[in-house]
Every structure is written in C-alpha cells, then in structure tokens.
C-alpha cells in the first residue's frame, strides 16, 4: 500500500489560521487592502501555492504599488521580514 498527498485542486476546502493578535492588534487599524494581501498570502504560504506581487495583485483586483506598500506597512509592524 502506497500513502500519498494529494495535490491541492481547490483551496477553499482547507483552513487558513490566522493568529487572534493579528485580529485584535492590527487588521482593524490596517487599510482594507493590506489585510487583503497579508491573508491572500498567508493563505497560499500554508498551502505551499507559489505566488509573486503580480499575481496578488491581480488576483484581488489592485495595483502592484498597493501590493508592496502593504508589504511595507506589514514590514514596518515586525509582523513579516
């Protein structure tokens, strides 16, 4: 018998955690957008999706600039590196 993962065909079947701190601390001070790209990429960085600025960007519907600033901001707060 032969155990093997599957590859991930659709994500919304799976769960993304998300830390309370980052709920009560920082998303409700942050610009809508910037908790759009930190959970989009959260969630790809749990599946192991490889993703780049551009494709974060197109998939929701913003500017790359938005993207990197909100990489800045998230940067800025220690929260990523």
Same mark, same amino acid.
């Given at each position: 018998?032969?155990?093997?993962?599957?590859?991930?065909?659709?994500?919304?079947?799976?769960?993304?955690?998300?830390?309370?701190?980052?709920?009560?601390?920082?998303?409700?001070?942050a610009p809508g957008d910037y908790v759009k790209v930190y959970l989009l990429a959260l969630m790809y960085a749990e599946l192991s999706v490889p993703?780049?600025?551009?494709?974060?960007?197109?998939? *929701?519907?913003?500017?790359?600039? +938005?993207? =990197? *600033?909100?990489?800045?901001?998230? +940067?800025? =707060?220690?929260?990523?590196?």
């Amino acid at each position: 018998m032969n155990f093997q993962k599957q590859n991930i065909t659709n994500y919304n079947l799976y769960d993304t955690p998300v830390d309370n701190m980052f709920i009560g601390e920082y998303m409700a001070t942050a610009p809508g957008d910037y908790v759009k790209v930190y959970l989009l990429a959260l969630m790809y960085a749990e599946l192991s999706v490889p993703s780049d600025h551009d494709s974060l960007a197109r998939e *929701l519907g913003i500017p790359v600039e +938005e993207v =990197l *600033l909100a990489w800045n901001h998230w +940067e800025k =707060l220690g929260l990523i590196s």
